[in-house]
């Protein structure tokens, strides 16, 4: 990942007047109020709303790799989302390998790594081996990681990693004692990552759902009342400006950090 920031990039972040020390590094994304924005515009189905969110998405990503921010993790679907009416489900499988097929192109131009993190073997096979493909053919892509939780639950992630932390302790290779944050982090889906420092929910919902509930200990939440398909670059540009604003003091004083 290049730390040297190339002169578009710089240009960009100064015509928008942010101060380039303190953009994030990773921003976080729950994308949500699709079926509500189809709804909005008279649409009979919610996959509409499925249908332009992806376009949505394929802003955000342009938007976000403008600025030369490294990380952009996506909630596409949820574990709980299986619970949705099959012709959603199936809908929203369908849209994800159009998705991944058509938009390979613009990942390799914009230097764009695509990530999966998630219960993936429950992905349809197509999905599952059309998300493989993705990620290998942009797997030497260095301009952005744009990482998408697919059949994503927080709490089964931590589950996971404790599981295997017990093997790990019960066949002799780990004492409890050494178990960290560190242990801890390896075996989770995102070990790969750095911890989110932005957190966007759209669609004026305040919740987390069961998203990265380890990694946002200490992100900055901005909750944006725009439906996703309506997001668009100005949308980044608020929550940027919104955590640009914040003094992240991860426990300290105010007075200690600017001394
Ligand atoms: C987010 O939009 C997309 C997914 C969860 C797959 P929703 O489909 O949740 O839309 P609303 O929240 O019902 O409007
Ligand atoms: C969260 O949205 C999951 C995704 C955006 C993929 P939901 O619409 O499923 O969340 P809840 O059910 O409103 O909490
Ligand atoms: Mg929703």
Redesign the pocket.
């Known amino acids: 990942m290049s730390a040297v920031k190339d002169s578009r990039i710089i240009d960009k972040i100064n015509s928008l007047g942010f101060d380039i020390d303190r953009m994030p590094k990773h921003i976080a994304v729950?994308?949500?109020?699709n079926?509500r924005w189809a709804k909005k515009q008279g649409f009979f189905t919610r996959i509409k709303g499925h249908e332009n969110g992806v376009t949505a998405l394929r802003e955000l990503t342009t938007s976000t790799a403008e600025l030369g921010i490294e990380y952009l993790t996506v909630?596409?679907?949820?574990t709980?989302?299986w619970n949705r009416p099959k012709t959603e489900v199936k809908a929203l499988m369908n849209l994800l390998v159009g998705a991944l097929k058509d938009e390979l192109p613009v990942l390799q131009k914009n230097g764009i790594r695509l990530n999966a993190i998630g219960n993936l073997t429950t992905l349809p096979q197509k999905a599952f081996k059309e998300l493989h493909e993705v990620m290998n053919a942009t797997k030497n892509n260095n301009h952005l990681v744009l990482t998408l939780?697919l059949s994503?639950s927080s709490k089964t992630e931590i589950l996971h990693a404790a599981q295997k932390i017990a093997m790990d302790v019960k066949q002799g290779k780990l004492q409890p004692e050494e178990v960290d944050e560190g242990t801890f982090e390896k075996h989770l889906f995102t070990h790969n990552l750095p911890d989110p420092d932005l957190l966007i929910r759209t669609?004026g919902?305040f919740?987390i759902?069961?998203?990265l509930l380890w990694q946002i200990a200490y992100a900055e939440l901005h909750f944006s009342d725009t439906l996703?398909p309506d997001f668009t670059g100005k949308d980044l540009y608020a929550a940027i400006q919104d955590y640009q604003q914040r003094e992240r003091r991860f426990g300290k004083t105010s007075e200690q950090l600017n001394k």
């Open positions: 729950i994308m949500d109020g079926g909630y596409a679907f949820s709980e989302n939780a994503y669609s919902e919740r759902s069961n998203f996703w």
